[in-house]
């Protein structure tokens, strides 16, 4: 946390450094203009891979594989939008930066390296067995499994008949 709040702090005052720098080399209306343009461009970009990026999760999914990559890349695409939104061209050059699917592949392999990815469903010890409440309930011993009610602790009284 402590490594994301020094960039935070300083990106404003970049991104004013910088608008004063182009605003005074190509005048406060070609500046003006180029913001808005990024903003829209920021726009148009997320709408097209933002939708590219939801259709292959849908069918990463639908072959029954997990969609970590796609989800990944959602979300620096989300960030990519994000920063081509927000007035300033340093963020401009970040958020064009992430749009690139070799840029958006090398971060998700630098973070891969440092994060370690449990899927659901997948035991972190081996001498752990990890079910789901369909898979179990709880009998009296001696009860006759076939029968439709019963008793259970969770029920109310009113359901008990």
Sequence with gaps: MRFLLLPILLLP???????????SSIGVLATIGLIIFTGFLGMV?????????????RADME?????????????????AGVFLIIPGFVSDIIGIL??????RSM?????????????????IRPDVVDIDPADYRRTDPGADLSSPS??????????KS
């Design 13 to 23: 005052l970049i991104e004013i450094a910088v608008l004063i720098l182009v605003g």
């Design 107 to 123: 971060i998700r392999s630098a973070i891969g390296r440092r994060v370690t990815i449990v899927r659901s469903g997948a035991s």
């Design 150 to 159: 019963l008793p259970s602790p969770w029920r109310s009284p009113r359901d």
């Design 63 to 79: 072959r029954g594989q997990t969609p970590d990559k796609s989800l990944a890349d959602a979300a620096m695409i989300a960030l």
């Design 45 to 57: 970009l997320l709408r097209i891979q933002g939708f590219a990026v939801l259709a292959k999760i």
């Design 98 to 103: 992430l749009f690139l699917p070799p840029v």
